[in-house]
């Protein structure tokens, strides 16, 4: 007999699974992904991941086998953690909430993590900031037996360039399949908003959708605020359009909410906007359409159009997305620093995966094994959790995926534009001056606000602090925060990052009494 343990997720080729695994669709949606986990783990036994499409990690306890069976989807869309405790139990499930209230759990902190951290201003890795708990990577399954644990990786990226495709072609792949995938979305029952920035992977989404609103957060300076750009558009699609407008003290009220419900350290400084992004569309809707995963595939950030000039010294410092602090910094203003622990050795595996391919797809391998999931992902999911609402993210799919990996690098980016091939399939359903605008990313005011007195005292609070001086000197980041304040704003990633760092220190182990 097998039980489902834990599961959050959520299957898109539910209907043709319940055909092939013979469970009656009118069940309601938590008792039908339920009985297609049970019965295709029956059916496919450990293979059963492979036939699934969408978000999701779960546990399965084999009764006969007297086995648990733990697994997370191929890109790391919803969290997995484990951890064992001293008398051998295994404590597991997808909030680390839930695992450290529980008995056998010893909180303590894994201060190597915090190098690792400065640098990416995420958890990235299999290691947290929790000593002893780990995180089940994407595309893993975990097994315990009699006490022990053993790790199957069940999917990896792979890249094979198939030249014999010209752009309009892969266009025209991109398009259909995200067709499909928009079918299997959301059930005829169901009503989502769509998430709508000024780019064009939102963009694409919610003209490919039914979506009858889009959301948008914003801001009073016209510098950073992307709604005026994103209203245009939702005019243009025939939508409404409803825009969170972020002031500075809601933003700074809301950094200890943000961190509580991250449960880890996130340094995004837009995560702090997208938690409040989806209080508010969670106050219209339940579900909502988001378009993470498109830049990582189809090569859509500014600096992979540098890829082949970083050529093979990628491999010496290409940890990802961000590299906000170098060793030699964190040496300085570390009360306690390993010179063993470098980002660097998080990425050598994938490196040694990608050997003989361009340098742009192990660019774009780096940030989807350990950028998607230790950044967007955790941020999408945890922030929509706590606000009550479901984000379902189209453009993440195995399926997307296919596509860019085959897809050659010339078609992601030139000297002109990036996203190319996805840009020229975007086209098809919205003007080029959307399809093609330049990429901004979710950009955030903070690096004014961070030095404004009127709003930044819990920010000097804490950099001034004894828990500051626990980990950092004092000195440093002083001088590093009297440079910020005195003209040299290109310094706030390094505060926002270490302040996001205190902030949820303070919420796990001093507010909780733990802090020695």
Request: hydrophobic letters at 40%.
């Amino acid at each position: 007999m097998i039980q489902l343990k834990t599961y959050r997720g959520h299957i898109r080729n539910w209907e043709s699974l319940c055909t092939e695994l013979s469970i009656d669709k009118a069940l309601s949606r938590k008792e039908r992904e339920e009985a297609i986990l049970i019965r295709g783990y029956e059916k496919w036994g450990n293979a059963l991941p492979d036939h699934l499409y969408g978000m999701f990690a779960f546990a399965l306890y084999d009764m006969e086998a007297d086995a648990l069976i733990c697994v997370r989807d191929q890109f790391g869309t919803k969290p997995f953690y484990y951890y064992q405790t001293n008398d051998g139990r295994l404590l597991y499930g997808t909030m680390i909430r839930d695992i450290i209230s529980q008995d056998g759990f010893i909180r303590e902190l894994n201060e190597n993590m915090l190098q690792i951290y400065l640098t990416l201003t995420y958890v990235g890795g299999e290691d947290t900031f929790f000593k002893g708990l780990k995180k089940l990577m994407p595309g893993c399954l975990l097994e315990f037996r009699n006490g022990h644990i053993s790790i199957k990786r069940y999917w990896k990226p792979e890249f094979h360039t198939d030249d014999s495709k010209s752009l309009a072609d892969y266009a025209d792949e991109i398009h259909a399949t995200i067709q499909t995938i928009m079918q299997e979305i959301k059930t005829p029952d169901e009503t989502a908003h769509s998430f709508l920035s000024g780019g064009v992977d939102s963009s694409y989404v919610l003209a490919m959708s039914d979506a009858k609103c889009a959301a948008s957060c914003g801001y009073d300076d016209e510098r950073f605020d992307e709604s005026r750009i994103a209203a245009k558009t939702a005019e243009l699609l025939g939508v409404e359009h409803a825009v969170a407008k972020i002031t500075p003290q809601q933003y700074f009220d809301i950094v200890p909410y943000v961190m509580y419900h991250m449960e880890q350290p996130l340094g995004d400084a837009s995560a702090i906007a997208f938690a409040l992004g989806c209080l508010s569309v969670a106050e219209h809707t339940k579900l909502c359409y988001s378009g993470e995963g498109a830049d990582e595939f189809f090569g859509g950030y500014n600096m992979y159009r540098n890829a082949e000039r970083y050529g093979e010294n990628l491999k010496t410092f290409y940890v990802g997305n961000t590299n906000i602090m170098k060793e030699d910094e964190k040496a300085r203003i570390l009360q306690h620093y390993d010179p063993d622990i470098v980002p660097i050795n998080l990425v050598q595996q994938i490196y040694a995966e990608t050997e003989g391919l361009d340098p742009l797809t192990k660019m774009s391998d780096v940030d989807i094994q350990l950028w998607l999931e230790g950044d967007i992902y955790l941020n999408v999911d945890k922030m929509s959790t706590a606000a009550g609402l479901e984000i379902r993210m189209p453009l993440t799919d195995r399926r997307i995926f296919d596509i860019a990996s085959r897809m050659p690098s010339k078609y992601k980016v030139n000297d002109e534009q990036n996203k190319v091939a996805f840009r020229t399939a975007a086209a098809k359903v919205l003007p080029e001056e959307i399809a093609f605008r330049k990429k901004l990313g979710f950009i955030v005011p903070i690096r004014l606000w961070l030095a404004d007195e009127q709003y930044n005292a819990d920010v000097r609070r804490l950099l001034n602090s004894d828990i500051c001086a626990k980990f950092f000197r004092p000195e440093e980041i002083k001088a590093i925060y009297d440079e910020y304040v005195g003209g040299n704003s290109d310094l706030w990633r390094k505060i926002w990052t270490i302040y996001s760092f205190l902030v949820w220190y303070e919420v796990y182990f001093v507010k909780c009494g733990l802090d020695a």
